[in-house]
């Protein structure tokens, strides 16, 4: 009976997993598909497979837009704030969490701060700030936007996998004199590797994505990047919906590739911190 009410428990547990992932992957496709549509088609048949698995809509993003030029710009400011928040975030989160002094609880409260506050409502001042610097309408801007929305999250993250660290490791290390730089460089870094993977992901995608600081900050169209960029596609009366479909299944691809690469290690990650 034990035996039996476990077997119907998992099997319950697999078909909510199941069910869960068609509601997620079930929007994907029908943007795939529509990719390939024309107008007419996405409202007449919107769930139904195309006439024809024609690349004309892949062809007009590709002549009609700037696209590779958007899709560096996108992959450039993504890499380029996502390696910053991991570079000042690990530093960080290796202080708080291998290192005691008096004022570390208080230092963690305010990285802790910066997760409560949602930047966008600061977009006035933030915007007056950064045009008297001089950095609206350029790369380092909106990365430098990217990098204060992702600190806070990443020291929360990694302060918490760095703690769970046996201290063993390190005091054996300093005993071999080795620097308090080797030590997190070449001990604490590769065991945190999940931790480092689960920030790199959890940032790297609504940066990938977002279009609401480009749209503020970025006016050049040689700056612009892929969500804004394909807003060309959107008019005041009339938007080509095909053509959309295909420039969002093109922008979707770098970081859904991404995200398959490093699966196992973000898997890893989090049972990791599961268990620990």
Known sequence: MKERGELFKNGAIQLLLALNAVIMVYPLFVMVISSFKTNAEIFSSPFALPASFSLTNAERVWNETNFVRYLANSVGITTAAVALILLFSTMAA????????????????????????????????????????????????????????????????????????????????RMDGASELRIMRSI????????????????????????????????????????????????????????????????????TLLYVVLSKQFISGITQGAVK
């Open 94 to 173: 290796y202080a708080l969490a291998r290192y005691r002094f008096k004022l570390s609880a208080l230092v963690l409260v305010f990285f802790l701060s910066g997760m409560t506050v949602p930047l966008k409502l600061a977009i006035i001042p933030l915007f007056i700030q950064l045009d008297s610097l001089g950095l609206v309408d350029s790369y380092l801007g909106l990365v430098l936007v990217y990098v204060a929305m992702g600190i806070p999250s990443a020291v929360f993250i990694m302060t918490g996998f760095l703690r769970t660290l046996p201290r063993e490791l390190e005091e054996s290390a």
């Open 188 to 255: 604490m870094l590769p065991l945190a590797r999940p931790a480092l993977v689960i920030v790199a992901i959890q940032n790297a995608v609504p940066i990938w994505n977002d279009f609401f600081f480009p749209l503020v900050l970025i006016t050049s169209d040689n700056l612009k990047t892929l969500p804004q960029g394909l807003t060309v596609f959107v008019g005041e009366f009339t938007t080509d919906w095909g053509v959309l479909f295909t420039g969002l299944t093109l922008a979707a691809l770098p970081i």
